[in-house]
């Protein structure tokens, strides 16, 4: 089975491997010239810093053997203190006043209110509920912010956050944590070089099979024969990018399904905006949170605090995730504007007072994925309306989770369900494809 796999992000790159593992023929199309999408690091003048994401919260153990990176991760370390951005201060959490504050005796009584979630339930809907106004207010905005950059009003409680969802189908959110035998939770990670070495050492595998600077402009179904990309043949496709470039390229031949993806798959901008300053100024610890959504940055990490190696002696390096859904517009602020902006919000609430000795924006126009509520079930049915090309696949953080082991997930699902129409033909090779298609 030859496959082009169309998008070297992190999703893309997982479905290439298991395509290729499986026997496969692959060609992976990637637009940019350098694989990894959102997953990419840079160093310079000391400064090591990420694209996109800087702290990977499962292992993945198999691919970095793939990648012959294990002896490469880094565990964070050192205080991992946490500040909130809350009624114009710079608070850490969760202290006790912070608790007190956020309403934190009207959250004990959860479990008198604990009724069967309702998958209709915004995040903040579900946890208002459960927690009371102001514990569950906070909390939701935190998770929202925290992972999505987004907007606790419009995720959804059950398809954004999946094991909150299953806590909340079956009880107490407080009585079931309370029950649960206390399971250490793994560690954060990072790699030596930036997160960026992982795609770079996962394409070096691929080879030839890895095209750059090739952005997909023609995906033809060519009848129940396969796919023509760009000119060149194939029998089956995986489509590993973001929602619209998937609507794009479906448009001519599945409408309905570049249609359902332009009306109910959004994503929030966010600008990445490293910042380097005198070591003393910047707190140690993990990085602050804006719960009351008037900051420009909807987090700031402290990256060189947690991790080894991301600025030079006596710097310490600031990440402010800037944007999101809240404030989309301050991702698009020209950067001279942004990092005059930042600065004064990180002096007024952190004290940091210096000019930056290094600044790097990075512009993601479509961050991440919002999963507003109806999100699992917009995803079955827009996978329902490609059911006529069971040889196409779909896979990425639109689809099956944003975090980067949740991409890396969709995309080997994607490629094993490939593998397993075509192998389930009782011929295998040409007439099970055949087979597959129909
Ligand atoms: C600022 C930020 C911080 C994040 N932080 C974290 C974090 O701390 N932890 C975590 O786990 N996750 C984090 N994430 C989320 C995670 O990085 C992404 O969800 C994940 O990397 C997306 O992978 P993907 O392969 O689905 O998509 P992408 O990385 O977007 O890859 C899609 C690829 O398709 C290519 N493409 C698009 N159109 C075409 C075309 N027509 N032809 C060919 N190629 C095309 C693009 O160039 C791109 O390389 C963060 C994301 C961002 C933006």
Redesign the pocket.
């Known amino acids: 089975m030859r496959v082009a796999v169309?998008?070297?992000?992190?999703?893309?790159l997982s479905a290439a491997g298991e395509l290729l593992r499986g026997g496969a023929e692959v060609v992976v199309?990637?637009?940019?010239d350098r694989?990894?999408?959102?997953?990419g690091s840079r160093g310079e003048q000391g400064f090591l810093t990420e694209d996109?994401?800087?702290?990977?919260?499962r292992p993945l153990d198999a691919l970095l053997d793939a990648a012959g990176l294990r002896s490469q991760v880094v565990h964070t370390q050192g205080p991992s203190t946490r500040w909130v951005h809350r009624g114009g201060r710079a608070l850490e959490a969760p202290g006790l006043s912070f608790l007190l504050g956020a309403g934190m005796p009207r959250a004990l009584l959860e479990p008198f209110f604990a009724r069967p979630l309702r998958e209709d339930l915004s995040l903040r809907g579900f946890l208002v509920q459960r927690l009371g106004a102001r514990a569950g207010s906070l909390l939701a905005t935190l998770m929202a912010t925290g992972v999505y950059?987004g907007d606790a009003d419009r995720l959804s409680a059950r398809d954004a956050f999946p094991r909150l969802g299953a806590l909340g189908e079956s009880g107490s959110l407080i009585l079931q944590l309370l029950r649960r035998k206390k399971a250490p939770r793994p560690p954060l990670w990072n790699l030596r070089r930036g997160l960026g070495s992982l795609p770079l050492a996962l394409s070096a595998g691929l080879g030839a099979r890895l095209r750059l600077g090739?952005?997909?402009?023609l995906l033809e179904p060519v009848g129940r024969e396969g796919f023509q990309v760009d000119g060149a043949r194939f029998d089956a496709a995986v489509l590993?990018?973001?929602a619209q470039?998937a609507a794009?390229?479906c448009r001519p031949f599945a409408p309905r399904f570049s249609g359902a993806l332009e009306a109910g798959f959004t994503s929030a901008p966010?600008t990445?905006l490293h910042l380097g300053f005198p070591q003393q100024e910047v707190p140690r610890g993990f990085g602050m949170l804006d719960a009351d959504g008037t900051l420009h940055a909807t987090g700031a990490l402290f990256p060189s605090s947690m991790l080894p190696g991301r600025a030079p002696e006596g710097q310490a390096l600031v990440t402010a995730?800037c944007g999101g859904a809240r404030n989309p517009h301050y991702a698009r602020l020209p950067e001279a504007e942004l990092v005059a902006a930042v600065r004064a919000d990180l002096e007024r609430t952190l004290g940091i007072r210096s000019a930056p000795s290094y600044v790097r924006a990075?512009r993601?126009p479509a961050?991440?994925?919002q999963y507003a509520v109806g999100h699992r079930d917009r995803v079955r049915a827009a996978r329902e309306l490609l059911a006529d090309f069971p040889l196409l696949e779909v896979?990425?953080?639109?689809w099956d989770g944003?975090?980067?082991?949740?991409?890396v997930a969709?995309?080997a699902a994607a490629a094993a369900r490939l593998l397993s129409k075509v192998s389930r033909g009782p011929l295998g090779g040409a007439a099970a494809i055949r087979q597959a298609r129909g």
């Open positions: 169309i998008g070297g992000g992190m999703a893309g199309f990637e637009a940019a694989p990894g999408g959102m997953v996109g994401p800087n702290f990977i919260a950059a090739a952005k997909v402009a590993a990018v973001p470039a794009d390229l966010v990445v995730i990075v993601w961050a991440i994925p896979a990425g953080a639109a944003v975090g980067v082991p949740d991409v969709s995309g």
